[in-house]
């Protein structure tokens, strides 16, 4: 009779099919699989498909390899098995999934499956992509059904070859894989894990592109839930920031980094510490590729270099550009020359507003002339010491910092961050040191203090004029806010939620027990994702006129008046960093710290946030006061006074 092995899927002569061994690749058939987990050979899965031996699996999910009964081929079956939320008893088809918080997480991710493999389906009359046949779910789980693709990874045949390939070889490579990733991309899809292991040469000459487990497709919700997965040396920085924007571009460098690891031999350093040490002024450990195949030709280098470049604004814009720079197409600048031109650019900048202050001789002008006539400041670090009451924030202002270290090549910025709990103390230690005291520290959590120097906001404008300030340059400070709160009524619309008490609860509320509730603009996002479409927010205090809208400052800062003139020239101009368009956007657009106390930001903010639109046009009346107690109490005391 005939039999059709559970390995190679093509037909033999036998008398029996349990035990015998196939005569084309030996295999026996029912040899139990390699781990307990996965699913025996022989099994029928949608009364269709023949299931075969496992041909790959990961922490996420296993491949095998099997027979499509109705369609007459072999076929690829990935079966989401995630290993930290599921296991399968030996022998069973039925997974279990872990109980708890583990149970909602893998659903989550089974959705994400099932979206991974419906959106690469789209893609079905495209060549050069996994053809995904069909998918659905059985035994607890998710299943995608793909054509079976005969070849090898890029990265299996990086080993044969003994880890490099020659340049040509992987231009020609990389060229192809620009070309689907136009494709790609042009449907509003990022891959998001590009990387030797996700290419396939297939035995037809074909290059496909596969695993689309990380992609982003435009279904947000999806995208919230998704467990991001990221290739060290692969992976962009702007994939470690679960808010960062990204786009073709962080393909582009993923893309460079796998055409670096055939020609190098290497794989690149990972971004996230090259980002480091840049930041530390200990210079890119990136090198460039020809310094490991001096071979290369010069565009290629520049080429490479460019795709990884770790500003995304200095990578190609889309891979058809990538693919005319390693084409030798077109001619290219080198990043190290755009990174010049752009510190060029803004000395430039600060020139011209120089040269308007000549001009426009107004109070305002004539101020950040004085501040800005010295384009220059001496080499020194910036030593930063914040409170980090979410983990993370140091992160944050190293990032917020960027732009101001590219600016200031001779300037380090060094953030130290403590808990809260530690902090005062922390900061008396540091602020008496003469050489290594801090210069720039956070003022919300500590009163007012004789260390504290007196600072004129005027002098924080940077070229801006100062209308784009929501603090005022009336009067010195000594702490300058960052950002902003202001307090909303949040209300309730589903009608699960019981009656708000007397006084203002916000963790009821959250918990949906409260049908209104008073808070700060800060926590805007928590309600968000805890009432996922049942709240309204509008402007607490409306209507009452007894009260205007209560605004407080938020993320203050103070300069230390014991720190040498230069760090404290230093430390206002980092601060005036912080107060630009970048930062702000990082700050309070990117990460919800708060209200940007810029005004081109916050419109941004309202944009993306419509519920908060009635603070369009809103100036508070002083943000630099730090009115702990109305604020509270205003909060607090909401429903009694309305
Ligand atoms: N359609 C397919 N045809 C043949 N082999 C495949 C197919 N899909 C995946 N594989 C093999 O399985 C491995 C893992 O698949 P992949 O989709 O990249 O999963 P993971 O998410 O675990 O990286 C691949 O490297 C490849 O060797
Ligand atoms: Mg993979």
């Known amino acids: 009779m005939k039999i059709r092995c559970q390995s190679c899927m093509q037909e033999y002569e036998a008398d029996k099919a349990e ?40 922490g996420f ?40 918080k583990k149970q909602g997480e893998f659903q989550a991710g089974l959705k994400s499956f099932l979206a991974e493999a419906r959106n690469t389906a789209k893609f079905s009359q495209y060549e050069n992509i996994v053809k995904v046949f069909d998918y659905f779910e059985a035994n607890g789980t998710g299943y995608m059904v793909m054509e079976y693709m005969t070849g090898r990874t890029l ?27 136009k494709v790609v991309h042009e449907a509003g899809i990022l891959h998001r894990d590009i990387s ?32 991001i997965i990221l290739k060290i040396g692969y992976a962009p920085p702007e994939q470690y920031r679960s808010k960062s924007i990204q786009g073709p571009w962080t393909d582009i460098y993923a893309l460079g980094a796998t055409m670096y690891r055939c020609i190098t031999g290497k794989v690149p350093p990972e971004s996230v510490n090259r980002q480091e040490a840049v930041f530390r002024k200990e210079g890119d450990p990136l090198k460039r590729p ?74 305002v002008f004539i101020h950040y002339r004085k501040m800005y006539r010295i384009a220059h400041l ?36 060094e953030i130290n961050a403590v808990s809260p709990e530690e902090y005062e103390e922390e900061l008396k230690k540091n602020l008496g040191k003469g050489d290594g005291a801090v210069s720039l520290f956070e003022s919300g959590t500590a009163g007012e203090l004789p260390e504290m120097e007196e600072i004129d906001p005027k002098a924080l404008y940077g070229d801006s004029p100062a209308e784009e300030f929501l603090i005022s340059g009336e009067n010195k400070v000594h702490k300058v806010p960052l950002g902003f709160e202001v307090p909303v009524l949040y209300e309730n619309t589903g009608d699960a ?22 808070f700060s603009s800060t926590r805007y996002h928590e309600v968000q994702e805890a009432l996922p ?14 009260e205007k809208l209560h605004a407080r400052g938020l993320e203050f800062f103070s300069v230390n008046r014991n720190a040498s003139e230069l760090d404290r020239a230093a430390a206002e101009r980092l601060l005036s960093y912080w107060m630009g368009e970048k930062a702000q956007d990082i700050l309070h657009v990117r990460y919800h710290r708060a209200l940007p106390v810029r005004k081109t930001q916050l419109a941004e903010l309202l944009n993306l946030t419509p519920e908060l639109k009635f603070l369009d046009g809103f100036t508070p009346e002083q943000l630099c006061d730090e009115d702990q107690k109305s604020f509270d109490r205003f909060c607090a005391e909401y429903y009694g006074e309305t």
């Not at 781990?35 to 075969?52: D, M, S």
């Not at 290419?199 to 995208?223: H, N, P, Q, T, Y």
């Not at 479409?533 to 007894?546: D, L, M, R």
């Open 378 to 413: 001496a080499p020194t670090t910036i030593r930063v010491l914040i409170s980090e009451d979410v983990p993370g924030e140091k992160d944050i202002y190293r990032e917020m910092s960027e732009e101001f270290m590219q600016n200031y090549p001779d300037v380090s910025v």
């Open 196 to 227: 030797p292991d996700n290419i396939m040469l297939c035995d037809d000459g074909r290059v496909k592109l596969f695993d689309f487990g990380a992609a982003r497709f435009s279904d947000l919700e999806a995208e919230k839930m998704r467990t």
């Open 155 to 181: 990265k299996q045949y990086l080993k044969q070859q003994g880890g490099r390939l020659p340049w040509d070889m992987t231009v020609q490579i990389g060229a192809s894989v620009m070309d689907i990733l």
């Open 290 to 363: 020809s310094e490991f195949a001096p071979e290369i030709p010069a565009f290629l280098d520049t080429a490479l270099m460019r795709s990884m470049a770790l500003e995304p604004e200095l990578r190609f814009r889309t891979a058809p550009e990538f693919k005319d720079a390693v084409l030798n197409k077109k001619r290219i600048a080198d990043v190290e020359q755009l990174l010049k031109k752009k510190r060029r650019n803004r000395a430039l900048g600060i020139a011209a507003a120089a040269l308007a202050v000549t001009a426009a001789l107004s109070g």
């Open 19 to 58: 035990g015998s061994f196939c005569t084309l690749c030996g295999f026996k058939q029912g040899t139990p699989p390699k781990e307990a987990y996965h699913l025996h050979p022989g099994i029928l899965l949608q009364n269709r498909y023949y299931l075969g031996t496992v041909v790959a699996y990961g």
């Open 533 to 546: 479409g049942v709240y309204a927010v509008s402007e607490a205090g409306a209507g009452n006129k007894a």
């Open 497 to 518: 939620a019981g009656e708000a008490g007397g006084e203002n609860q916000p963790e009821a509320f959250l918990r949906g027990e409260a049908k209104r509730a008073v």
């Open 61 to 100: 999910g296993i491949i095998y390899r099997a027979w499509d009964e109705m369609m007459k081929v072999v076929v690829a079956i990935k079966e989401y098995f995630p290993a930290v939320y599921v296991n399968r008893n030996p022998g069973e088809q039925q997974i279990l999934v872990y109980s708890g």
